[in-house]
């Protein structure tokens, strides 16, 4: 079936420094969302991308969706200990099924 | 607008015991979604409901676990008997799930049930 692959699957970095999270799937997908997890919290809907080599900004969040639909980053310019949680891509496929992976779990020193 | 509800928020229970989760969606979301999440793995979808339909179950442990939406609002998802390995939060989501509409399957998560099986 389907898999939505993460990596990577850990990130510690200061506070200041970016941090970049990649999602890949065995097969081309109708878009992809992510989702960010805080610490004991439940997943909240942060974008989708639906478009072939799609990029969209969310102050100092960027998302990309790769031009063959198979893969999408997440990269967070200077992170502040706000940022701090699991970091969750979620794959829609063409049979509805929304499918999520692994996660990015990032920590931040401050 | 009212979130996803989802009680009880914790439920701890012996091996072999049933236990039973209630989700209910945002008012107008036909889809809902109830997903399995073990300590630090992602959301893992369990079963998937269009209206009082289910589109898919196919990861769904059907000689323990079931789930209905009766009346294709609210839901409710048992498991019995329970093992050790259930332990988990249990995560029901929902969507306005019509068409391809921008938005229609962004999922809306409650709080989550966590369940302990000891």
């Known amino acids: 079936g389907q898999q939505v692959m993460q990596i990577p699957q850990y990130q510690h970095v200061q506070e200041g420094e970016d941090f970049t999270t990649y999602c890949n799937s065995s097969?081309?997908?109708?878009?992809i969302q992510w989702y960010k997890q805080r610490p004991g919290g439940h997943p909240v809907f942060l974008i989708q991308?639906?478009?072939?080599?799609e990029v969209k900004k969310q102050k100092r969040l960027t998302f990309q969706f790769g031009e063959a639909k198979k893969n999408s980053s997440l990269h967070i310019t200077a992170t502040q200990t706000t940022d701090v949680g699991t970091y969750f891509c979620?794959?829609?496929?063409?049979?509805?099924?929304?499918?999520f992976g692994s996660g990015t779990r990032l920590s931040i020193r401050p | 607008e009212a979130g996803v509800a989802q009680s009880p928020r914790y439920k701890i229970i012996e091996k072999r015991q049933s236990v039973a989760f209630w989700c209910n969606p945002i008012?107008?979301?036909?889809?809902l979604y109830w997903y399995q999440q073990i300590l630090g793995q992602g959301p893992k979808l369990l079963i998937q409901f269009q209206n009082n339909g289910v589109v898919d179950d196919s990861q769904l442990p059907k000689d323990r676990f079931s789930a209905e939406r009766l009346k294709g609002v609210d839901s409710t998802l048992k498991i019995q008997p329970a093992k050790l390995e259930d332990s988990a939060v249990y995560l029901c989501a929902s969507s306005l799930g019509r068409g391809s509409r921008s938005g229609a399957n962004v999922l809306t998560f409650g709080a989550g049930s966590r369940l302990t099986v000891l």
């Open positions: 979620a794959a829609y496929s063409s049979a509805s099924k929304i499918i």
């Open positions: 008012s107008g979301h036909a889809t």
């Open positions: 991308l639906v478009k072939s080599g």
């Open positions: 097969t081309t997908l109708s878009n």
